[in-house]
DNA sequence: TTGTAAGCGTTATCAG
DNA sequence: CTGATAACGCTTACAA
């Protein structure tokens, strides 16, 4: 088997040189030399080693992304689809870092210092210290959806904010007054803090222009997840909240949301309207859901355009930020108040 | 910046093989001088080139994932979890090839020789021309749950037509008597037929055993997904048909199977039953969903375990198929046989 | 226990 | 337009 283009040289009877050139269309070559090189290779079967090529032209085009969650939540298995598309079509391949610490955050990094990647994609980081030692050996980072206030990186997100006050302004356009949250929590210590706070900064602005009151017996800041969004709204009804609809900032939590209300023997959204926040869950409801759409696949082909942008260019990040908006897809989940939670016999 | 063991070599004062050895962990060095080249290794922030340690030594602890679906649905999002973290394990990395087609297949299998990847691990495959390409590079292969007949590749798998017997068995033991079937297509042109036929087999096996004619009507062989199984069930319901429990052959199928009960104003179980056969989603459902466990997470370990085993090996597989058996767990989605889809009132 | 030197398969440089 | 040759950073005989 012929395994190097040495032996293509030879058999073609031009020089490595002139091989490598047209491999790699680039040079000048003879459209007869060319087509003979051409059909050595095609007739030998031969795949170039793309290590060899990587060590001799330092850059490999392979790019890593490192995360928490990758794959695990639909949100980031819609993200890493949207990287691998976007990769696919660059020739660029991608190896996935699946890390749950901030220890096996450092060591992936440093795992991707020894395959000398060409970029690193985070949807998670923890460390400051993990951005700090891939800049210093100049390997160009971008964040999804993270916010570290550092120049030296890209960030693609979405607007958070004004998808909250959309998503938010829209229940009480339809008449809605008692809206509860369910949102990600803001302690200092959560990673997707930032965007935490923007989605429910964006809740209160709207409820603010509208002159209604915040209620914190109907919000719920915790974590993501179906169990959750269930554990909270079941909680509000125990409790003896009135809403009449729920705000989700993601499906998951707006899936829990919907469990909660029908076990209690309430209608969607006869009796309590709900709008979520992702669109990755486009038919995991009963009735299609109504949602202001993130655009999350795009999501993911932005940090790795940006990326791979950055990586051909050779010039720092000047701070760019890559910021998506976002759209409302009316479906059936949100109608005008109705009767509404405990709205007749509050449990207590 | 130190950015090669020569360096230091020269300032450990010992030669570059010696640093060589120390990195490795291999062959004969004093201990004074292994603590000597840490030092330097430490002191200047070296990360070896992993990239030329593999052009030389002709392996590069990479594997590669090829598949149609990574990380859109639950399942394949744990499959790939399970694979991830048995790599990271084993310090290997893993590039994933998302495949729309069979000429992406072919072309991320060209990548893969390019790469001269360690081994692949395919969870889709269309062609078989890509596994013969690959062997004839004399790269490893593992199909997860996907059956070619040849006898070059290892295989892992769960044991599908038993874990199938064992859910409508479960049914029937309660006393079931007409089961809805919700599963996977059996044409020609399915590339996980084999899967499927299983499934569906034991279904029918359950039912022979206990004497229990197998009726077409409440059979529904398509794609997954949610919204085929809902579409599945809301057509039987409006078709008339009768039937106690569904059993759903994933956790997606079994969604949309609530869903189209739901819909219809049938409860989940007094009036049917569900049994579902993934258990990927496990707090998606409002109760506590009663399924055969496939222990995906596990099926991802064992592939990338089997593949492993063998790259070190270096020895060809002899047919080697790993076959997970499934376990019950018993939820709340399942009780003696109720009331009934249409019991009382059939639609036509 | 340590070192010398060749070579993995490619690309970059320079010369023709 | 084409080619000879020296790297890239590492491992692997082989020698000492």
Redesign the pocket.
């Known amino acids: 088997m012929v ?7 030879a058999l073609a ?9 047209v ?2 269309n ?9 087509k003979r090189v051409l059909e050595v290779v095609e007739s030998q079967n ?13 850059s490999t085009n392979i790019i890593g992304i490192i995360g928490q969650n990758p794959y695990v939540t639909p949100y980031y298995g819609a993200v890493a689809k949207g990287i691998l598309q976007a990769c696919n079509e660059r020739d660029y391949e991608v190896i996935t870092f699946l890390v749950g610490s901030p220890e096996e955050e450092l060591r992936a990094v440093k795992l991707a210092i020894e395959r000398r990647l060409d970029g690193i994609l985070f949807s998670t980081v923890r460390n400051l210290q993990s951005l700090e030692l891939l800049h210093q050996y100049n390997i160009p980072i971008v964040l999804i959806e993270r916010f570290f206030d550092v120049n030296y990186v890209g960030k693609a997100g979405v607007e958070n904010s004004a998808g909250a006050f959309m998503a938010t302004e829209h229940l009480i356009g339809l008449g809605h007054e008692r809206i509860a949250i369910l949102s990600g929590d803001l302690d200092p210590g959560n990673p997707t803090k930032h965007v935490d706070a923007d989605r429910f900064s964006g809740y209160c602005q709207a409820l603010a222009k509208h002159g209604l009151p915040l209620d914190e017996a109907i919000v719920a800041l915790q974590d993501y997840g179906v169990s959750n969004g269930f554990k909270a709204v079941d909680g509000f009804i125990k409790r003896g909240e009135r809403f009449t609809a729920v705000f989700a900032t993601s499906d998951t939590l707006a899936l829990g949301a919907y469990n909660a209300l029908a076990f209690n023997g309430y209608k969607v959204p006869e009796d309590c309207s709900i709008i979520s926040f992702e669109n990755v869950l486009p038919d995991y409801f009963m009735l299609p859901l109504t949602v202001v759409d993130q655009h999350v696949i795009e999501l993911g082909h932005a940090g790795a355009d940006l990326l791979i942008e950055h990586i051909a260019s050779k010039k720092p990040f000047s701070g760019k930020e890559e910021l998506l908006a976002m759209d409302l897809i009316q479906g059936k989940t949100v109608e005008r108040p109705g009767r509404g939670v405990n709205a007749r016999k509050p449990r207590r």
Chains 1, 2 share one sequence.
């Open positions: 395994t190097s283009i040495r032996e293509i040289a009877k031009v020089s490595v040189t002139t091989v490598s050139r491999l790699r680039n040079g000048y070559v003879s459209e007869s030399v060319r031969y795949h170039i080693n793309l290590n060899a090529r990587g060590l001799r032209s330092n």
